[in-house]
């Protein structure tokens, strides 16, 4: 089994930073893509960004520019930097991997339990 456990969430006002962490653990071989969701009250989860094999990053319209996803594969630890934060940035945000368990196995998805990030002056 595989447990990611995130940690950095918080309040803030307005054009302020916050910093979220994923690491993941358990029976890992090795971690194909690892993302960050969020969920706003009302709306439906959406991806944020994502990194694939520590190489290419993805990002929705919305947090171009202002988010950073970055991969630390010695601590199997994913980050979010969050800069320039809105109001409309405040949700619950989730990290989800697609995780080898094994050698010549396909990856499984993984979900994090979620942290709250609020924006609010």
């Known amino acids: 089994q595989v447990q990611l456990v995130e940690s950095g969430g918080g309040l803030v006002q307005p054009g302020g930073s916050l910093r979220l962490s994923c690491a993941a653990s358990?029976?890992?071989?090795?971690?194909?893509?690892m993302n960050w969701y969020r969920q706003a009250p009302g709306r439906q989860r959406e991806v944020v960004a994502g990194i694939v094999n520590n190489g290419p990053t993805n990002y929705i319209d919305s947090v171009k520019g202002r988010f950073t996803i970055s991969y630390d594969d010695a601590k199997n630890t994913v980050y979010l930097q969050m800069n320039s934060l809105k109001s409309e940035d405040t949700a619950v945000y989730y990290c989800?991997?697609?995780?080898?368990?094994?050698?010549?196995?396909?990856?499984?998805?993984?979900w994090g339990q979620g942290t709250q990030v609020t924006v609010s002056s």
């Open positions: 358990g029976n890992i071989f090795s971690i194909y893509s």
């Open positions: 989800n991997a697609d995780v080898v368990t094994g050698w010549g196995r396909d990856p499984d998805n993984y």
